[in-house]
């Protein structure tokens, strides 16, 4: 089993709609696991290091703002090939375009309002979650009781 970490926020506009416990739900079902959960305020610092790597482009603003707008939940969650797991689950980042299914697909309806931000490689996710987590806090090493059930390779 090839296990990996990736940075799951939910973001504000999944909170604001309520959608905390099924994003969640959804992730758990699938068989990966939480090894981090905090919800807070993104600060601006939090939001301009987070997308940094946008800086430069025309809605970086936008992306700070939205962010910053109303509470999020930033996640760690682990497991067999969690980065591209997680990236399928949630779907295209517009959710017009996102299929059925899909996190974005079933309830989103923008691009810019997309619900969730997963990292995009096991790379970037060490980077964004040193971000949320700084120097690893609140993260748990831990393995679930049907581990087993869920490796049948």
Known sequence: MAVEHSLVLIKPDAVQRRF?????????????????MRFLQ???????????????????????????????????????????????????TDGRKAPPGTIRGDFGCSLGANLVHASDSVENAEIE?????????????????DEAWLDAD
Request: net charge negative; aromatic share 10%.
């Open 129 to 145: 979650a040193s971000i949320w987590f700084p120097n690893g806090e609140g993260i748990v090493d831990w393995k679930i009781c």
């Open 20 to 36: 905390i416990g099924e994003i969640i739900g959804r992730f758990e079902q699938k068989g990966l696991s939480i090894s981090a």
């Open 42 to 92: 993104a600060t601006q610092t939090h939001a301009e290091a987070h997308y940094a790597v946008h800086r430069d482009k025309p809605f970086f603003g936008a992306l700070v703002s939205f962010i910053t707008s109303s509470p999020l939940v930033a996640l760690i969650i682990s497991g067999d090939e969690a980065v591209s797991v997680i990236r399928n689950m949630i779907g295209p």
